[in-house]
């Protein structure tokens, strides 16, 4: 039995429709319900629906051998994961961005807003500049309309969120999309079925 830990919402349902390509079906899954373990023997594969942020979590402890999680979540959360291959959906761009008419003030640190802390550090270290982080859970891009934040560091997908906000992006960090993850223990007992899943699932990708 391979226990698969899904995000819940748009990305979750996307990877499910490539497991199910790859015969790891259970349809009930997608019915509208609270239910959140999904198991079929048949099948061998058993999902557990859970929060987007802590599929990293649930593969770490070993309770799930495998996640699919986004790269932004996978590195902020910093878990001591492997990382076996890239599902190539859920495309999206890590970006700074600001009101239209931001000019940066060199004498003084930034004032960053995000909900990914560790990846912003680590972009503006790598630039050596001086930052204070904001840490939001979520509408990132009211901070700099409010006046509560410089810049943002967030997900831009579509861009409809900033152009509708007046914001717009000033530096690219990193292409995101969404990984496959293996709680490394588990590889070494179960590697001949995960193997198989990254085969099947490299198939359905093309
Ligand atoms: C994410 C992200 C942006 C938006 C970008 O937010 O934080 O706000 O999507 O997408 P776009 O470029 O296609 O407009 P999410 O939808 O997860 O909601 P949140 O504000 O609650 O974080």
Do not use: W
């Amino acid at each position: 039995m391979i226990n698969i830990a899904l995000p819940k919402g748009r990305l979750g349902n996307k990877a499910y429709k490539l497991l199910e390509a790859c015969g790891y079906t259970i349809s009930e899954l997608m019915d509208e319900s609270r239910k959140l373990v999904f198991r079929n023997e048949e099948s061998g594969v058993q999902y557990f629906l859970v929060k987007p942020t802590d599929v990293p979590v649930y593969v770490s402890y070993g309770v799930a051998d495998l996640g699919v999680v986004g790269k932004d979540v996978l590195i902020e959360s910093d878990a001591d994961v492997y990382s076996l291959m890239d599902l190539g959906i859920g495309k999206c761009r890590m970006c700074v961005a600001a009101k239209e008419d931001y000019v940066e003030d060199k004498s003084r640190p930034i004032i960053v807003a995000t909900k990914f802390p560790n990846i912003a550090r680590e972009y503006y270290a790598k630039e050596d500049r001086e930052i204070e982080v904001i840490k939001l859970y979520g509408s990132i891009e009211l901070a700099p309309i409010l006046g509560m934040s410089d810049v943002i560091v967030d997900i831009v997908e579509t861009g409809t969120t900033l152009k509708e906000n007046h914001l717009k992006v000033f530096e690219e960090i990193m292409p995101l999309s969404a990984q496959l993850i293996a709680n490394k223990t588990n590889y070494k007992f179960k590697e001949k079925e995960i193997r198989e899943v990254v085969a099947k699932l490299g198939e359905a990708i093309k």
